[in-house]
């Protein structure tokens, strides 16, 4: 019984699939589910599963018979219709219609994004080298003996770099608050013309509503807290304002009042330019005591010698400096390519996205100890606002993730078993000193999730690459690497064929061993037979003498 089927696809890439089952079939369902229920459910008259069909419609009733048929049937039949169209599906379809009489089911179904990324080995761009100044080294060795600091309790004023334990409030002035609302007011006041009569009329009620205004300014709270310990450094603690200065020189019990303005380039805007009303008082000063920058500390961060450190410290600030660099360019050439790129994708393709996003963020909400629906109370919001508000940024990460993938399919960029080895090997080196566990992480990098962690840094890495080398002017040309292609690809095969000819050699070879073996245990065992008879005889002529 041939299925009906009905195509049409939309200019979102979405397949709606209409499927007409035949009358007969679902008729044919019907009496499927029928003894089965006959089978299942006492008849009185009948013995069990002999009920014939029109009983059991009486019993149960048709509609619920058929709706039953149809269930059974939906699965099937959209995987029959699968078969025949072969649609390049990108996401689970949907049933969006059941229409009966004749039975039509009506599906909806995500295809694969139809990318095309432009013109993109046209873009160029001037690479930067990546370089550590001795500045940045010497940063990180201090805070490397930061780290170890040992902190000390002294009797004496606090100084620049001591550790002090306050206890206070810290809130911007309401006059500074309001300053800039009356601003944007005084702005739109002086736009428009009022006449003398009405200001008149108005004065009071206006001064009353000035009074609202002002009492509805929020303070904004800097710190309140019965103890809180900082680091007096006037770089680290509100720089740019004379707070470590104030708090320089006081001593234990002191209690001080003070204001501090914060500078226009203040990193936090809604501070820039407000003064603060500060009042602490001095509970507990501490002496920070640094160790030396020497071999010693080294052995604390695992080196053997404070050159060893030193060399260290320059390759792993490298290694971030290359990684940021890396992010960047790639962000800014995707971002590039994006603007060259015509890009077709189905909404599942964002609505996945967003789920991804969704069931992260909540998981990040209950790992601080917070009920999802309570979270989403006090902020007053709902899953479905949560949805829109990252739906621009999942957007952004499904054209990224399209771009990227086409980009290494245009580019023919693979990755050999040479390339996974070399980053096992980049990976467990560290752990040189441990062969077991080197071992154990170098199997696992090779299957399963570790496989496929190490097959995306690798694809990561040769994109890298690639696009270093197409926006300098340096990539190797599209027709080469298609030919590299076809030779890896052709030299796969032949592999793979010689090796499953060696195979069959060595089942061959062993069949043959098999089967001389079993002819010398053939020959054994009648030989043995023979010595048994020749026994047998011997035995029976010495009985006759």
């Known amino acids: ?10 200019d979102q890439r979405q397949l709606t699939m209409t499927i007409e089952v035949p009358e007969k079939r679902v008729l044919q369902e019907m009496k ?31 509609e619920y018979l058929r709706g039953e048929a149809i269930e059974t049937l939906i699965q099937p039949v959209y995987e029959e219709a699968l078969a025949e169209v072969e649609p390049e599906i990108y996401a689970q379809a949907s049933l969006d219609e059941i229409d009966d009489e004749p039975l039509t089911l009506t599906f909806t179904i995500p295809l694969t994004p139809e990318v095309d990324l432009g013109d993109y ?9 990546v370089e550590i100044s001795d500045e940045a080294v010497a940063k990180a060795l201090e805070a490397a003996q930061e780290r170890y600091a040992e902190l000390e309790e002294v009797d004496r004023p606090a100084e620049e770099g001591d550790v002090v334990t306050i206890a206070g409030k810290g809130v911007v002035l309401a006059e500074t608050v309001a300053e800039e609302e009356e601003g944007a007011e005084t702005a739109v006041e002086e736009s428009d013309t009022v006449d003398s009569e009405t200001e008149d009329e108005t004065e009071d009620t206006d001064g009353e509503s000035e009074d609202e205004e002002e009492a509805a300014v929020e303070e904004i709270v800097l710190f309140d807290t019965e103890s809180l310990q900082i680091i007096l450094d006037s770089n680290k603690i ?21 204001t501090i303005t914060f500078p226009d380039d ?54 971030a400096a290359k990684d940021q660099a890396r992010n960047e360019l790639m962000d800014e050439m995707v971002n590039d390519m994006r603007e060259l790129a015509t890009l077709v994708y189905p909404p599942a393709a964002v609505n996945e996205e967003l789920d991804r996003r969704i069931a992260r963020f909540k998981q990040q909400v ?51 078993e040479a390339d996974v080895d ?84 060595e089942v061959a070879e062993e069949m043959a061993e098999a089967e001389e073996d079993a002819v010398v245990e053939e020959a054994a065992e009648a030989a043995a037979e023979d010595v048994v008879e020749v026994m047998d ?3 029976a002529v010495e009985e006759q003498e």
């Open 1 to 10: 019984m041939t299925l009906n089927i009905h195509t049409e696809e939309d």
């Open 32 to 62: 499927a589910k029928a003894r089965k229920l006959a089978r299942d459910i006492n008849v009185p008259g009948f013995r069990r599963g002999k009920a014939p069909y029109h009983v059991i419609v009486n019993r149960v009733g048709k």
């Open 121 to 129: 080995r046209s873009l160029r761009k001037e690479i930067d080298e």
């Open 238 to 258: 509100f720089p740019g304002t004379s707070f470590a200065e104030n708090v320089t020189g006081m001593s234990v019990g002191d209690e001080k009042t003070f």
């Open 266 to 319: 203040f990193e936090e805007e809604d501070l820039r330019g407000k003064e603060a009303a500060i009042e602490i008082a001095l509970l507990q000063v501490q002496n920070r005591l640094v160790p030396l920058l020497d071999d010693n500390l080294a052995e604390l961060e695992g080196y053997e010698t404070l050159d060893d450190m030193k060399e260290g410290v320059r390759k792993d600030l490298e290694k």
């Open 366 to 416: 209950e790992q601080a100890e917070w009920e999802w629906e309570d979270y989403l109370k006090l902020q007053g919001t709902s899953e479905e606002q949560l949805r829109e508000d990252f739906r621009e940024a999942a957007v952004t990460a499904v054209e990224n993730q399209l771009i990227l993938r086409q980009f290494v399919l245009d580019e023919k960029i693979t990755i050999a």
């Open 422 to 505: 070399a980053k096992v090997a980049e990976r467990t080196e560290s752990y040189g000193d441990n062969e077991e566990l080197a071992a154990a992480l170098g199997e696992y990098y090779k299957q399963g999730p570790g496989l496929d962690m190490i097959s995306s840094e690798i694809l990561t890495d040769k994109a890298y690459e690639r696009m270093v080398a197409i926006l300098s002017g340096n990539a190797p040309d599209l027709a080469e690497l298609e030919a590299e292609a076809e030779e890896e690809a052709a030299a796969e095969i032949e592999a793979a064929e010689e090796a499953e000819e060696e195979m069959t050699e």
């Open 537 to 539: 005889e011997e035995t």
